[in-house]
Protein backbone atom coordinates (compact mmCIF):
# COMPACT_ATOMS: atom_id res chain seq x y z
CA UNK A 1 0.00 0.00 0.00
CA UNK A 2 1.18 3.50 -0.49
CA UNK A 3 2.88 5.54 1.75
CA UNK A 4 1.40 8.80 3.21
CA UNK A 5 3.86 10.57 0.08
CA UNK A 6 3.32 13.93 -1.49
CA UNK A 7 2.49 13.03 -4.89
CA UNK A 8 5.39 15.39 -5.58
CA UNK A 9 8.02 17.50 -3.70
CA UNK A 10 8.75 20.03 -6.54
CA UNK A 11 7.97 22.73 -3.95
CA UNK A 12 10.46 21.44 -1.58
CA UNK A 13 13.49 21.13 -4.80
CA UNK A 14 12.61 24.08 -5.65
CA UNK A 15 13.00 26.45 -2.70
CA UNK A 16 15.94 24.24 -1.68
CA UNK A 17 17.87 25.67 -5.14
CA UNK A 18 16.49 29.27 -4.37
CA UNK A 19 14.35 29.40 -7.82
CA UNK A 20 11.03 31.22 -7.91
CA UNK A 21 8.59 29.27 -9.86
CA UNK A 22 9.30 32.16 -13.00
CA UNK A 23 12.98 30.88 -12.68
CA UNK A 24 12.21 27.68 -12.84
CA UNK A 25 9.58 27.74 -15.56
CA UNK A 26 11.68 30.03 -17.66
CA UNK A 27 14.41 26.76 -17.12
CA UNK A 28 11.10 24.66 -18.42
CA UNK A 29 10.57 26.83 -21.57
CA UNK A 30 7.42 28.09 -20.36
CA UNK A 31 6.34 31.62 -21.20
CA UNK A 32 4.59 32.32 -17.32
CA UNK A 33 5.07 30.85 -14.34
CA UNK A 34 1.44 29.44 -14.29
CA UNK A 35 2.40 25.98 -15.51
CA UNK A 36 5.06 25.50 -12.75
CA UNK A 37 2.19 26.81 -9.70
CA UNK A 38 -0.10 24.23 -11.66
CA UNK A 39 2.35 21.71 -10.78
CA UNK A 40 3.03 22.08 -7.39
CA UNK A 41 -0.06 23.16 -6.52
CA UNK A 42 -1.31 19.09 -7.99
CA UNK A 43 -3.42 20.55 -10.74
CA UNK A 44 -1.14 19.52 -13.36
CA UNK A 45 1.06 16.58 -14.51
CA UNK A 46 4.23 17.79 -16.29
CA UNK A 47 4.53 16.20 -19.97
CA UNK A 48 7.57 14.28 -20.62
CA UNK A 49 9.56 16.60 -22.02
CA UNK A 50 8.99 19.18 -18.83
CA UNK A 51 9.83 15.75 -16.54
CA UNK A 52 13.01 15.14 -18.20
CA UNK A 53 13.59 18.92 -17.58
CA UNK A 54 12.90 18.96 -14.00
CA UNK A 55 15.49 15.54 -13.28
CA UNK A 56 18.24 18.03 -15.02
CA UNK A 57 18.16 20.37 -13.38
CA UNK A 58 17.15 19.21 -9.52
CA UNK A 59 19.87 16.45 -10.12
CA UNK A 60 17.16 13.98 -9.20
CA UNK A 61 14.88 11.28 -10.51
CA UNK A 62 11.27 11.77 -11.51
CA UNK A 63 10.55 8.94 -8.90
CA UNK A 64 11.95 11.06 -6.30
CA UNK A 65 10.45 14.58 -7.50
CA UNK A 66 7.82 12.31 -7.62
CA UNK A 67 7.25 10.34 -4.87
CA UNK A 68 3.75 9.38 -4.01
CA UNK A 69 3.07 9.07 -7.52
CA UNK A 70 5.54 6.79 -8.33
CA UNK A 71 4.21 4.62 -5.28
CA UNK A 72 1.08 4.16 -5.87
CA UNK A 73 2.38 3.68 -9.75
CA UNK A 74 4.21 1.40 -8.71
CA UNK A 75 1.79 -0.64 -6.37
CA UNK A 76 -0.34 -0.95 -9.21
CA UNK A 77 2.19 -2.43 -11.70
CA UNK A 78 3.26 -4.77 -9.05
CA UNK A 79 -0.08 -6.05 -8.72
CA UNK A 80 -0.90 -6.64 -12.29
CA UNK A 81 2.95 -8.22 -12.36
CA UNK A 82 1.87 -10.99 -9.77
CA UNK A 83 -1.44 -11.32 -12.17
CA UNK A 84 0.98 -11.94 -15.17
CA UNK A 85 3.23 -14.45 -13.93
CA UNK A 86 0.42 -16.61 -12.31
CA UNK A 87 -0.32 -16.74 -15.88
CA UNK A 88 2.63 -17.36 -17.63
CA UNK A 89 3.74 -20.02 -14.75
CA UNK A 90 0.42 -21.83 -15.54
CA UNK A 91 0.69 -22.12 -19.25
CA UNK A 92 3.65 -20.92 -20.82
CA UNK A 93 7.06 -22.69 -20.88
CA UNK A 94 10.11 -22.36 -23.30
CA UNK A 95 13.13 -19.78 -22.82
CA UNK A 96 11.15 -16.41 -23.33
CA UNK A 97 8.54 -18.14 -20.79
CA UNK A 98 11.44 -17.96 -18.51
CA UNK A 99 12.99 -14.82 -19.09
CA UNK A 100 9.32 -13.16 -18.72
CA UNK A 101 8.95 -15.13 -15.16
CA UNK A 102 12.36 -14.27 -14.18
CA UNK A 103 11.36 -10.12 -14.92
CA UNK A 104 7.75 -10.65 -13.69
CA UNK A 105 9.10 -12.10 -10.27
CA UNK A 106 11.97 -9.46 -9.73
CA UNK A 107 8.68 -6.63 -10.36
CA UNK A 108 6.78 -8.56 -7.20
CA UNK A 109 9.71 -8.32 -5.58
CA UNK A 110 10.14 -5.02 -5.50
CA UNK A 111 9.03 -3.03 -2.09
CA UNK A 112 6.97 0.11 -1.79
CA UNK A 113 9.65 2.14 -2.20
CA UNK A 114 10.72 1.15 -5.30
CA UNK A 115 13.95 -0.78 -3.82
CA UNK A 116 14.60 -4.39 -4.85
CA UNK A 117 14.32 -6.51 -1.51
CA UNK A 118 17.60 -7.76 -0.76
CA UNK A 119 16.45 -11.24 -0.10
CA UNK A 120 14.71 -12.16 -3.14
Not at 35 to 53: N, Q, W
Not at 76 to 88: E, F, I
Not at 95 to 101: I, L
Amino acid sequence: MPSDSLPHYLRTFRRRCGLTQRELAWLLGCESRSKVSHYERFVRKPSLESLLALEFVFEAPASELFGGIFETVAAVVKRRAKVLLRRVEGSASGKHAEVKARMLRRLCTVEENGALRRDA
